[in-house]
C-alpha cells in the first residue's frame, strides 16, 4: 500500500473541497492531506508520491499560501518522485489566464527533477490561453477544475482522474 503526500493551498475553500474528493476516492492507499500554508519543505521528501493542487487567481496569478511557499518548492529535490497535478480556475471570467498556476507548478516541478503524470485533455473546456498546456495544445499538465461555471462536472473529472493516476503510479 503505498503513501501519497497530498498538498494543496486554498483561499475559499474549493481546492480543499477538491483535494478532499481525491483523497476519499483513493482507496487502499494512505493519503496524508497538507494545507501548503502550514507545511515545512522537508514533508516532501516523506513521500515518493506525490499529489499537489493549487488555483490560480485573477490574472494568473499563484495562490496566496503557494506564493509564500514559491521559494521553498523551488529548493525541493523531486528527483524520483511521481507528481500529478491538479488546478482549479475560471475558463470564462479569465479565459486567457485559465489553469496558469498549474502550469507554472507543473515548470518548477520539472526543473526540479520530478516526473509529471495524470495529464488531461482540454476537451470540454473554453478559454483562449493558459500556461498549463501541454507543447501540443491538446491536454493540461494536471486535472482541470472550474468550480465556477463547470461545477456540474467536477465529481465525474475528479473520479476519471483519481483512476487514471492510480494507473499511472503504478504502485
Given at each position: 500500500m503505498a503513501t501519497i503526500g497530498l498538498f494543496y493551498g486554498s483561499s475559499l475553500g474549493n481546492t480543499e473541497t477538491v483535494a478532499e474528493k481525491i483523497s476519499d476516492?483513493?482507496?487502499?492507499?494512505?493519503?496524508?492531506?497538507?494545507?501548503?500554508?502550514?507545511?515545512?519543505?522537508?514533508?516532501?521528501?516523506?513521500?515518493d508520491y506525490l499529489i499537489?493542487?493549487?488555483?490560480?487567481?485573477d490574472y494568473g496569478q499563484i495562490q496566496s499560501d503557494w506564493e509564500e511557499f514559491w521559494v521553498e518548492l523551488g529548493n525541493i529535490d523531486f528527483n524520483g518522485k511521481l507528481v500529478a497535478l491538479f488546478g482549479l480556475g475560471d475558463q470564462f471570467g479569465y479565459a486567457d489566464y485559465f489553469l496558469d498556476a498549474m502550469g507554472m507548478l507543473h515548470d518548477v516541478v520539472l526543473e526540479q527533477g520530478g516526473a509529471v503524470i495524470g495529464y488531461w485533455p482540454v476537451d470540454g473546456y473554453e478559454f483562449e490561453a493558459s500556461k498549463a498546456l501541454t507543447d501540443?495544445?491538446?491536454?493540461?499538465?494536471?486535472?482541470?477544475?472550474?468550480?465556477?461555471?463547470?461545477?456540474?462536472?467536477?465529481?465525474?473529472?475528479?473520479?476519471a482522474w483519481v483512476e487514471q493516476i492510480v494507473d499511472e503510479f503504478d504502485f
Open positions: 476516492l483513493l482507496t487502499g492507499h494512505t493519503v496524508e492531506m497538507h494545507d501548503i500554508s502550514s507545511t515545512d519543505k522537508s514533508v516532501f521528501e516523506e513521500y499537489m493542487g493549487i488555483p490560480t487567481w501540443d495544445k491538446s491536454e493540461f499538465v494536471g486535472l482541470a477544475i472550474d468550480e465556477d461555471c463547470q461545477p456540474e462536472l467536477t465529481e465525474e473529472r475528479v473520479q
